[in-house]
């Protein structure tokens, strides 16, 4: 009895004793100290290099000449041709792109059908493709060369040159943002939620829109956060399709290739200013959506 | 799906069409140009160099986010996105305006070493990483995050040294990974304009890169050229993609067979 009572209690008086001892040494499972902080040094200096130093420099050439010197660029009469021509094409785009994306992501994860793991690589091509290559074909499908663009150039739609042309360079880019996020969710969340909604009644639309909407409104949101980012400073393809004309087809970020080959360096970085701080802005809600609602969306931290 | 079709499959038909028209032969006197094949080359080069760089600092980076504490973590974790955000033509100038010769770190480097940055291929790696990191780290990450402490714990208790638990347990475990966040970054550099067109000085044979030969030739109305490049291009995506979707599946055969 004297016996059974004694034994635990040495142990713990052991392990109470070995504390001290065992603060010293590094758990089995960590690297050396040594080790961590040398690697967090080289890893977070790396970091500032590469990624922190070109976004404060945007704000340092911008303001360069003064706050009002800035302002001042932005005023300019193409500058503000290409603002509104970038938000009308992200004002188009985006949505349709997430009415596809939720479309896509319900064929593809509530039903079963052939060739289902074939449109899911398709979704994801124009993200293997170079955005040049993407303004190209668009160019080749509907240029004035072309028979389709022949035709809507004679009867005075053109396309390529044009605005709708940029809109569709544009979705194509974009096109995978959306349906990637809800693809992953939806089929982890399966059919059964929406079988219960049919079962008790509901309408199809009225099960969408009680059922389906609410369970992936925050990756759905994530997503069009993403699309509308890529949208605003899509570049390459829109390079290409646009014929960069200024003040009619610059966007923003031709209109900042423009600027800074004319050397007006304020007013380029300015511009470039203008879509840091959005893509701040979209970086600041997609963490907050991430810390957040990180159950509700499976896809997190992945792009 | 029509929309897909219209949005994505027609214009990319509309270049392979184009291609048929155009012939093999020519698309290969065109690609087997020494000036295209020099872009072609010094795209896939400089892509490759930017990724495997992005593999092993992705990596470094991913496993300081996971396992160490330090003040601003979260910070970091989020920047690691900005150049995902961040559009290309925005990155291009910052990075040019650092790393010229007479920019803030582009100065130094030029007046110690005599090493230029920008202008030169090392500028288009520069830029290439710059692109292809979220990628790299936002592949691994995850998995990093799920591998159970236990595992670690049993091999040191067998008495791995952490160097053998690295080396022979969480090195193949994170593999798969790795691979697809290093093809994903390879995809994405190949392709990029945005960001390297300021930074390259594109001169050619030297620092012409692959996409903007293709614009140079649709600006001089050269279009059977312009369609043989992306026609190069367009495969070099294709094998990058079955290459991605490749490593998925032996990933996932090799994690249900572990």
Redesign the interface.
Known sequence: MADATFSPMTDSALTLASRPRATRFRK?????RWF?WT??A???V??A???????A??FV?ALVKGIPAALESLGDEDALAAIRLTLTIAAVAVP?NAL?GV??AW?LTKYSWRGKAF?L??????????????G??????FGA??AIGGWLVATGHPIVFAVPGIV?AT??IT?PFVARELVPLMTEQGTSEEEAALTLGASGARMFFTVTLPNIKWALLYGVL?CN?RA?????AV??VSGKIRGETAT???M??IF?NQYASVA??TM?GV??LL??V???L??ALEWRYADQLSAS??? | ?T??SL?????????LL?AAEIGPAELWATIGSKRVLAALLLSFRAALIAALFNLV?GL??A??LV??D?PGR?L????????????????G???T??YAPNG??GAPVMDWFGVRLAYTEIGIW?AL??VG???AV??V??VIQEIE?EV??AS??LGAS?VT??RRVILPMLLPALLTGFA?AL??A?????SVI?IAGNLPFQTEI???L??IK?EEFD?EG??AI?IA??AI??A??LLI?LIQVWSRRYSSEG
């Not at chain 2, 970091?76 to 990155?91: G, K, R, S, Y």
Request: with cysteine.
């Open positions: 089995a499972t960590e690297e050396p961590r690697l967090t080289v890893v977070l790396l970091l290099v590469l990624v922190l130093a070109p976004l420099t945007v050439e349709l596809f479309a896509a064929a449109l690589t398709l979704i994801d091509l124009p993200f293997s493709v170079s955005p040049v290559v993407a190209l074909c668009i160019v080749l499908l060369n072309s569709l979705m194509f096109f993403l980012a605003m400073g899509e570049f390459g390079a290409v923003m970020p031709i900042i290739e800074y380029a970085f470039a879509l840091t893509a701040l979209t970086l600041g997609k963490t931290g992945r792009h | 799906m929309l897909l949005v994505v499959l027609l214009p990319i038909g509309a270049l184009r600092f470094a980076l496993w300081v396992r160490y330090f979260k970091v974790d989020a920047a690691v996105d900005l150049p995902f955000a961040l559009p290309t033509a925005v990155a100038i910052a990075l305006t650092i803030v770190f520069i990483v710059f990191l979220p990628f936002r592949t990450q995850p402490k670690e714990e040191a208790t952490r638990t690295l994903l995809a994405r190949v392709g990029e304009y945005g300021f692959a996409p903007l293709i614009v649709l279009y312009a369609v992306a291009m367009l995506s294709f990058m993609l979707n």
